[in-house]
């Protein structure tokens, strides 16, 4: 377990670190049509279901489960193409995101939202789900996260994947796992993050206790 007082007071800075699929966003929607259109596109049979369950990890790797090494590439650019007309207006926020960034910002926190999804697309989706972040950014997956955190003085992060477990360790701030994405609470836990919570329904109850984790 990590040690960190959390400010009460609006006077001392800090900020508060989110994922954002499967975490603030539910982008299993659009992501599985977007998935569909390549498909209807190439005439590779892709298992849209089997997608969403994998949502985390960058787009490349999945991507790689379904076309040669040589098209990956490819078919990156065409997903991020379309991503914006076709994912983005699909989008939803998972339960309880506005009320979780409320509770940061009613404690004088600042928002920070970082990203497996690529920056244009990160910018997007916050910005059409009306999430309020004081800073956004997109393009990294698992540890690689731990920079952008620091950078922005993120005591927590919070995220669904185990690779947001490492984000956290890597920034040195308290990992806060959400079981609403592909791994439940269980596995969270075992995986070492800090604090697993249902969802974010439960992280404003526990940011409002929170003085060391």
Request: proline letters at 6%; a negative charge; aromatic letters at 8%.
């Amino acid at each position: 377990m990590l040690d960190v007082d959390l400010p009460k007071s609006p006077d001392i800075d800090f900020a508060v670190g989110f994922d954002l699929d499967l975490t603030l966003a539910d982008t299993r929607a659009g992501i599985s049509a977007v998935y569909a259109s390549l498909a209807a596109e190439t005439g590779v049979p892709i298992d849209t279901d089997l997608v969403v369950r994998r949502i985390g990890p960058p787009l490349e790797e999945e991507l790689a489960y379904w076309f040669p090494p040589d098209e990956v590439p490819v078919m990156a650019a065409r997903y991020r193409a379309i991503y914006a007309d076709v994912a983005v207006p699909a989008t939803l926020p998972m339960p309880g995101a506005v009320e979780a960034l409320d509770a940061v910002r009613a404690r004088g926190g600042r928002v920070v939202v970082v990203s497996g999804k690529n920056q244009a697309d990160t910018e997007r989706t916050v910005r059409f789900l009306g999430l309020e972040a004081d800073a956004v950014v997109g393009g990294l997956f698992g540890a690689d996260k731990g920079g952008a955190l620091r950078a922005h003085g993120a005591c927590a992060y919070i995220g669904d994947h185990t690779g947001d477990v490492d984000a956290a360790r890597a920034a040195s701030a308290v990992a806060v796992a959400v079981a609403t994405g592909s791994y439940d609470s269980a596995a969270l836990a075992a995986y070492g993050a800090d604090v697993v919570l249902p969802d974010l329904l439960a992280f404003p109850e526990w940011l409002g206790g929170f003085r060391t984790a």
